[in-house]
């Protein structure tokens, strides 16, 4: 149950910045929370060392979905920004 608290964190944490409305330069700047990256860190130290459990394994693709949906993001930001 941590778990699923951690992972719904982490996208709560996002959708809160979505809906208040950032602006192009804001999307830009968004990093996440320091407790957000340390969990990252985190994982993925057990990642190198062997020791992730399936419910982390899930935890760390939630993470890497969510970075990938930021890069997105970015690149489309970053696009209307420069026009």
Same mark, same amino acid.
């Given at each position: 149950?941590? /778990?699923q608290k951690?992972?719904?964190a982490?996208? @709560?944490?996002?959708? #809160?910045?979505? $809906? %208040? %409305?950032p602006?192009? +330069?804001?999307?830009? @700047?968004?990093?996440?929370?320091e407790?957000a +990256? =340390?969990?990252?860190?985190?994982?993925?130290? /057990? &990642?190198? #060392?062997?020791?992730l %459990?399936?419910?982390? $394994?899930?935890?760390? #693709? #939630?993470?890497? =979905?969510?970075? &990938?949906? /930021?890069?997105?993001? !970015?690149? !489309? =930001?970053?696009?209307?920004?420069? !026009?």
């Amino acid at each position: 149950m941590e /778990m699923q608290k951690q992972r719904l964190a982490a996208w @709560d944490e996002l959708d #809160d910045f979505l $809906t %208040s %409305s950032p602006s192009l +330069q804001q999307i830009l @700047d968004y990093r996440p929370s320091e407790e957000a +990256q =340390a969990r990252v860190r985190e994982l993925l130290q /057990m &990642n190198r #060392d062997g020791s992730l %459990s399936e419910d982390d $394994t899930a935890e760390l #693709d #939630d993470y890497l =979905a969510l970075e &990938n949906f /930021m890069r997105h993001l !970015k690149i !489309k =930001a970053l696009s209307k920004l420069q !026009k």
